[in-house]
């Protein structure tokens, strides 16, 4: 079945702990992307990534870091995870960077950092 | 910078009331527009697109949407909701490569 997976699909930390929330897609998509999702403000994009070692800031990348090792990976890295972090966050992914390419998104990993 | 604007943030209906959700954009050129649709508890699920051609554009599940270049709009419409709607809805643009802009979502609820 063709799909993005995200682990762990929940998560509770302390400040400060570096966590890691992996993604993976199934699709041999090149496009890639982190977006949080915080009540009122709707997505934003964390980071993306067009292919493999290619990657750039979205709207909101203080905090966070990314990798583009292989295709289908694009693990999301918290260094020192802060409490406003805490937020609903999204992988997704598309076939190519071009705007005409829908995103599909996975389940969502549930953070809360205390 | 592109953005999105979702007027209705909460929006109660009964079953069988129809429904039109408003989205306006902000971007003078040429655009690609999406309603997704996320379930409670679930993963975003792209209802509709909007690309080219015919303004009006049909999604799954009966909802249509409408493009309005001239007033930057696309609205989202069904005629009769049903209980299994309730959900929220967001409305994204793309410019560019693949930067998706969201809106700030609209919270349905519909009521057997």
């Known amino acids: 079945e063709a799909q993005v997976t995200q682990n762990p699909r929940y998560l509770i930390t302390v400040t400060g702990k570096k966590l890691t929330v992996t993604c993976s897609q199934n699709m041999n998509h090149e496009y890639m992307s982190w977006y949080r999702q915080d009540p009122g403000l709707g997505l934003r994009q964390i980071y993306y990534?067009?292919?493999?070692?290619?990657?750039d800031k979205g709207d909101v990348p203080e905090g966070y870091k990314v990798s583009r090792k292989e295709k289908r990976n694009f693990p999301l890295i918290l260094e020192s995870p802060s409490p406003n972090q805490t937020s609903l966050y999204f992988c997704a992914s598309s076939p190519g960077a071009d705007f005409y390419n829908e995103q599909f998104f996975g389940p969502g990993t549930r953070l809360t950092v205390l | 910078a592109q953005s999105v604007s979702q007027h209705n943030h909460h929006v109660i209906l009964s079953e069988a009331a129809s429904l039109e959700l408003g989205c306006n954009y902000s971007y003078g050129g040429t655009v690609n527009l999406f309603w997704y649709v996320q379930y409670p508890g679930q993963h975003l699920q792209l209802l509709l697109k909007?690309?080219?051609?015919?303004?009006l554009v049909k999604g799954i599940k009966g909802f249509e949407a409408e493009f309005i270049k001239s007033k930057f709009s696309f609205n989202l419409r069904k005629p009769s909701v049903q209980w299994s709607d309730t959900a929220e809805y967001f409305c994204a643009v793309t410019t560019g490569f693949q930067k998706l802009v969201f809106g700030t979502g609209t919270r349905l609820l519909v009521s057997p």
């Open positions: 990534s067009m292919n493999v070692e290619v990657t």
């Open positions: 909007y690309f080219s051609g015919d303004p």
